[in-house]
């Protein structure tokens, strides 16, 4: 299908028309820009595809051996085979999606070798899990995509219509409204589930449309819906290929190609569906006519039984049987239709590179939209999220209001006595601790989320600066705000010294401390395999950074020496350094006279345990420069895990 330059979308429809003819998909032929298809429909082609592994004892095992097929536009491509044939695993090849063990053979789009960032603007990829943001509606989430995967040339109307379209396409328009929810929180079924995943990525209008297990958790009725669904979109251009397991006979009628696998990852057949029954009952394999195919086919390629099976009387011949028909259909396959394969596979890629103009949208990038677009989109995203998430915020502000509360009471107007020396240090030392603990609680909410953001990185939505900046929309402004509730309750109740500039700074050099502790959770937690290893590791690293503000009890000179480096590396002691130095610098203390040694003053003390106030500029800028580092490391610890993995 020819383009002329105008942004693919959904075929405008009269209201009545869209009651009768119920999404169904305009020719190739038609040039209007609402039209489903793509800009111009292209074939992929695969062949001699293997991949190993490394398996027990360092040994490599190999789960695909030489399989050969293509996919073209406005074909319906099956992937079938018994469990662990390494049907989502040829699916990942096919969409450059797989890095990890060792591929072989060659994956070619129109002829030509794959650049991943044209490809992924062409392509979409349905994961068989459906990881989707809790606390968006199935409107907003199907928006989200849309707005980061469609061409900028979409005005907000015909962004509208294609959103709409899309929903009724898929039977969930009448749940547009409803959040998607979680296990904890409560949404839309399984299967609508499935269905808005599916949409997020038919929104972009993909040339290629990749689809793990996309029937998984469906009903047979929902099923049928959606693969005729599939059908149609197929017929618009698009080249649509899936796994599947188990099919139901009139789902498998619907099916153009199909691409059979061994249990033990070998080709048994690829070719028209229609056409698998007489190519097996030619091998001698004739299934009664009633029967569903794909349980004569997966009957006849499963896995062979294991050797005790195998050696057991009872056994016995039903496993030669089943082992002669696997190996006589792929030695058929191979012999016979394998080298029609490959001359088809030579002839489709002759006529692609023939003429070959470039990908549609020619930009290598695998982002349609800019960086700006892209962080608007995902702030917006996040600050509608944590708005809804009402429940962590006020966890968090009830969490705050009652350590402060606590920490108050148990050093209520500390007043300026020499016993009030000792207390307010020690009041200090525990508003900083606190203060740099009270990140650890958004470890789990950040794994939790990760997921999400690497399918939808994968995608091509959105780089990792645009996740971030929206990530950091999303955290920072409650972090600041519960701090500030903490810091306000905590200062007043301990009658610490009065004045706006003592205020703050006090509040300030909080900030910074909580910051740090903030971006050295993203850190840690982004580095981090799942949530058990950063709670283990979190703690841990937070502790060692309060090792050396340890010295408010013990005096910092006190500290071995193969500790006291740490305070040149810990945030924590130049918080808790710029509270003291706050705090003290100017304080006046009685001195009672049965009391034998007196303080006169709070900058004596201070000096006396390390704290100067001609370096309190350099304790607030070093606090300050920690959350930019943090911030940095945080940053490209998260571009690492990303990469990791994809």
């Known amino acids: 299908m020819e383009g002329n330059g105008s942004p693919p979308c959904f075929t405008q429809f009269t209201d009545a ?35 190993t592994v490394q398996g027990d004892k360092g040994r490599p095992k190999e789960i695909l051996r030489g399989i050969s097929g293509y996919v073209r536009g406005g074909e319906l491509l099956a992937l079938l085979g018994p469990s662990g044939a390494g049907k989502s695993t040829l699916l990942d090849i096919m969409a450059q999606r797989q890095k990890s063990g ?21 392509s979409a990829y349905v994961q068989q899990e459906d990881l989707l943001w809790p606390y968006l509606t199935v409107k907003e989430s199907i928006s989200y995509a849309a707005q980061l995967r469609t061409p900028p040339s979409f005005t907000r109307s015909v962004l509208e219509t294609h959103i709409q379209r899309v929903m009724r396409l898929l039977g969930i328009d009448h749940v547009q409204n ?21 949409a997020m990525e038919l929104v972009s209008q993909p040339s290629i449309l990749f689809l793990d297990e996309p029937t998984t958790g469906l009903d047979t009725f929902t099923a049928q819906h959606l693969l005729t669904v599939l059908k149609e ?33 070998e080709q048994a057949y690829f070719g028209p569906a229609s056409a698998v029954m007489r190519f097996l009952e030619g091998v001698g394999v004739a299934p009664p006519q009633l029967d569903n195919p794909a349980d004569v086919l997966l009957d006849a390629v499963a896995v062979p039984p294991s050797e005790e099976f195998f050696k057991s009387g009872v056994g016995q011949n039903c496993a030669l049987a089943m082992s002669r028909t696997c190996s006589g259909i ?3 396959f191979h012999t016979s239709l394998l080298a029609v394969v490959e001359r088809e596979i030579g002839a489709i890629n002759e006529r692609c590179s023939y003429g070959y103009d470039g990908l549609p949208g020619g930009d290598p990038s695998p982002y349609y939209r800019g960086i700006t677009k892209q962080i608007c989109v995902v702030a917006w995203r996040a600050v509608l999220s944590k708005l809804r998430d009402s429940s962590a915020a006020v966890a968090r502000i009830v969490a705050a209001a009652f350590f402060g509360t606590v920490i108050g009471s148990v050093y209520f107007q500390l007043g300026n006595d020499q016993l009030s020396i000792r207390n307010r240090m020690g009041s200090l030392f525990f508003v900083t601790m606190n203060t740099a603990l009270s990140c650890l609680a958004t470890l789990n909410l950040f794994i939790e989320e ?54 703050l700074l006090f509040s300030c050099t909080c900030t910074f401390v909580v910051l740090n502790s903030y971006f050295l959770c993203l850190f840690l937690s982004s580095l981090s395999r799942n949530i058990q290893v950063a709670n283990i590791v979190a703690p841990l690293v937070l502790v060692l950074l309060l090792l050396p503000s340890g010295g408010v009890l013990m005096g910092t000179q006190s500290l ?20 003291v130095v706050n705090e003290f610098d100017g304080l006046k203390f009685v001195c009672e006279p049965k009391v034998p040694f007196c303080f006169p003053d709070g900058t004596t003390y201070a000096r006396l345990q390390g704290y100067f106030p001609e370096e309190l500029p350099e304790y607030i800028v070093a606090c300050a420069a920690s959350v930019a580092v943090y911030m940095v490391l945080a940053f490209f610890a998260l571009l690492a895990r990303a990469k990791y993995l994809q």
């Open 450 to 503: 990760r997921a999400i953001f690497v399918r939808e990185h994968r995608t091509g939505m959105y780089c990792v600066l645009a996740y971030y900046i929206g990530k950091i929309v999303q955290d920072v402004p409650i972090t600041v705000v519960t701090n500030l509730l903490f810091d306000i309750i905590v200062y007043f109740t301990m009658g610490l010294q009065q004045g706006v500039g003592k205020f």
């Open 233 to 265: 979109i197929a017929a618009g251009g698009v080249a649509v290929v899936f796994s599947i397991h188990q099919p139901r006979k009139s789902i498998f009628q619907l099916f153009d190609k199909l691409l059979l696998l061994t249990g033990s990852g």
């Open 560 to 579: 071995p020496f193969f500790w006291r480096w740490l305070k040149y590396v810990s945030f924590v002691h130049y918080g808790l350094a710029g509270l």
């Open 17 to 51: 028309e869209e009651e009768e003819t119920s999404f169904l998909v305009k020719g190739p032929n038609q040039e209007d820009p609402a039209s489903l298809g793509p800009e111009k429909p292209v074939a992929l082609t695969f062949r001699n595809i293997t991949y």
């Open 330 to 332: 792929v030695t058929a």
């Open 178 to 198: 409803s959040r998607i929810g979680s296990q904890m929180v409560r949404g839309i079924s399984g299967g609508e589930k499935k269905r808005c995943a599916i």
């Open 102 to 122: 060792t591929i072989g053979g060659e994956v070619l789009l129109q002829g030509r070798p794959i650049h991943l960032g044209s490809f992924r603007r062409i």
